[in-house]
């Protein structure tokens, strides 16, 4: 049986974010499987080690909240079956780090209940049956920490539909999952040891929120290669660029001034389209009390290499 770690009624959102920082929880484990888009194993392990700020509450995230309890009413009205809360944070019975926030337990079940509230733009084909991979790593998280036999999913699509799926639990299919959690933890939160990146957006973001600035420069001559690699990668791209831009023309100019075209495999446009667009000079020099209101100053941090002459 899954034990409890903390009761979660009344507990502050930073206290609850601080236990989740603690262990591997069902929203990790679709990151861990690398089939988030939103995150990457580098801001996951810095996310647990403290060093980049808590995300910020989104409109959506709140929303979900929000919407979590008239999602489970819905499940209810359109199943027949009971739910009800549990207001605890549980771990797995043999490795304490695997933890379960659960939005509702089936009454009369050994079932969980996972409320999601997303948008009409997402992709996901829910009509036909098919489940975000990163909603079906969740519940198999939990089925796997709560010893579920099933996980049923509620999906509040907002101002278009709502639906429901059942999810049984398979044992092959989730020690898989657990045993890419397990070195996760084992391989990179015990011992402090960052994961390697992955090239992706969200990588680079947070290498640019936990990384130590200072005005110091490092001494990289081991790294030679791997700036040489990046230096010479640049040129590649560079020359590719032009290429693509070059081939785009000979498109354009065997369209002979048609708008769209086609060939056996694709379509094209060359059309026009309007866009909006404030001329900033013009707006700070005649509405320069306008201008300095609207105003703000944002710090990013960018890389560069560039040859040493």
């Known amino acids: 049986m899954p034990k409890i770690i903390v009761k979660t009624a009344g507990l502050s959102r930073d206290e609850w974010l601080e236990y989740r920082r603690k262990g591997i929880g069902g929203s990790d484990a679709a990151i861990i499987c690398g ?3 939103w995150s990457s194993l580098v801001t996951l392990w810095a996310d647990k080690m403290g060093t980049i700020p808590d995300k910020a509450d989104s409109e959506a995230m709140r929303q979900g909240r929000d919407l979590e309890d008239y999602v489970a009413q819905r499940f209810a009205e359109a199943t027949g079956k009971k739910v009800r809360r549990r207001n605890a944070m549980f771990r797995h019975d043999d490795y304490e780090f695997l ?31 098919e489940i975000p991979l990163y909603y079906l790593c969740q519940c198999r998280h939990y089925m796997n920490v709560m010893g579920y036999d099933r996980m049923y999913l509620a999906v509040l699509v907002t101002g278009s539909a709502f639906y429901w799926f059942v999810i049984d639990h398979d044992a092959e299919e989730e020690a ?20 390697p990146p992955d090239g992706s957006e969200v990588t680079t973001s947070a ?29 590649e791209m560079d020359r590719l660029k032009k290429e693509r831009e070059e081939v785009k023309q000979q498109l354009i100019l065997n369209m002979s001034g048609a708008a769209r075209g086609c060939t056996v495999n694709y379509k094209l446009s060359f059309a026009s389209s309007e866009r909006n667009s404030v001329d900033s000079k013009k707006l700070k020099a005649k509405y320069p009390e306008i201008y300095r209101e609207v105003l703000y100053t944002s710090s990013v941090r960018q890389f560069r290499l560039t040859e040493r002459k």
């Open 207 to 235: 290498l640019g929120e936990f990384a130590r600035e200072d005005d110091s420069e490092a001494m990289m001559l081991e790294h030679e290669e791997l700036a040489d690699s990046y230096f010479k990668l640049g040129k």
């Open 35 to 37: 089939l988030n888009p």
């Open 176 to 195: 898989a999952l657990q045993q890419l959690e397990i070195d996760f933890w084992n391989d990179y939160v015990v011992p402090e040891v960052c994961p």
């Open 99 to 129: 933890t379960a926030n659960i939005d509702r337990e089936i009454v009369g079940e050994n079932a969980g209940l996972e409320c999601k509230t997303t948008t009409q733009f997402n992709k996901s084909d829910f009509e036909n049956g």
